[in-house]
Nanobody
């Protein structure tokens, strides 16, 4: 049974940092990514990674870093210089694609989400 479990969300002041973790179990995946959903908005791509290649949304480039520990089947999202507009529920996602998908439909499994709130 495949399961993705996120952790590391919380409340932080603007300019602060958080590190999200996602533990995957059940199988390994070629691509893993992070999405977020802000109140009254659609779920949007944040970052994705396949092997050593990574991809970021323009809104987080230079501030967020995705990384993977393949031995532990983990994926992380280091978030620095956080802004109030980064406030959202963040979701870990896993895909069998041989690229880094940026749309939700290309991901096969999802975590339950973790809340990130950035205060001004």
């Amino acid at each position: 049974q495949v399961q993705l479990v996120e952790s590391g969300g919380g409340l932080v002041q603007a300019g602060g940092s958080l590190r999200l973790s996602c533990a995957a179990s059940g199988r390994a995946f070629t691509s893993m990514g992070w999405f977020r959903r802000a109140p009254d908005k659609e779920r949007e791509f944040v970052a994705g990674m396949r092997r050593s290649e990574s991809r970021y949304a323009d809104s987080v480039k230079g501030r967020f870093t995705i990384s993977r520990d393949y031995a532990k089947n983990m994926v992380y999202l280091q978030m620095n210089s956080l802004k109030p507009e980064d406030t959202a529920v963040y979701y870990c996602a896993a895909s069998s694609a041989f690229t880094i998908p940026v749309t939700t439909g290309r991901y096969d499994y999802w975590g339950q989400g973790t809340q990130v709130t950035v205060s001004s």
